[in-house]
């Protein structure tokens, strides 16, 4: 049983950064992968970010490859997506979710899923 609360969400200009943060309960964190989705109204889902458990390998969409990174700290039972130099169509609402499997996140399923928090940025 794990249960997922982001935060760090807010409005941005184009080309400035922000930190999401997804805090998790369980012991078994540590085991778990991670991802980070995101989601606009009328449109899929889209993989963006996730992170493999044991040796945290990471993995990341085209569009966000060198200006996203994924992280985690385990001691503190959170992950983070620092997002740098963004633009207007990472606008959307960013969900956290975790699965005992990785390749599970880059097919767009989970284990658990968190409740999201809005991305708006602006140009």
């Known amino acids: 049983q794990v249960h997922l609360v982001e935060s760090g969400g807010g409005s941005v200009q184009a080309g400035d950064s922000l930190r999401l943060s997804c805090a998790a309960s369980?012991?078994?964190?540590?085991?778990?992968?991670m991802g980070w989705f995101r989601q606009t109204p009328g449109k899929e889902r889209e993989f963006v970010a996730v992170i493999t458990g044991g040796l945290s390998v990471t993995y990341y969409r085209d569009s966000v490859k060198g200006r996203f990174t994924i992280s985690r700290d385990n001691a503190k039972n959170t992950v983070y997506l620092q997002m740098n130099s963004l633009k207007s169509e990472d606008t959307a609402v960013y969900v956290c979710a975790a699965s005992r499997v990785f390749t599970a996140l880059r097919n767009l399923r989970a284990d658990y899923w968190g409740q999201g928090t809005q991305v708006t940025v602006s140009s």
């Open positions: 369980g012991r078994t964190f540590s085991t778990y992968a």
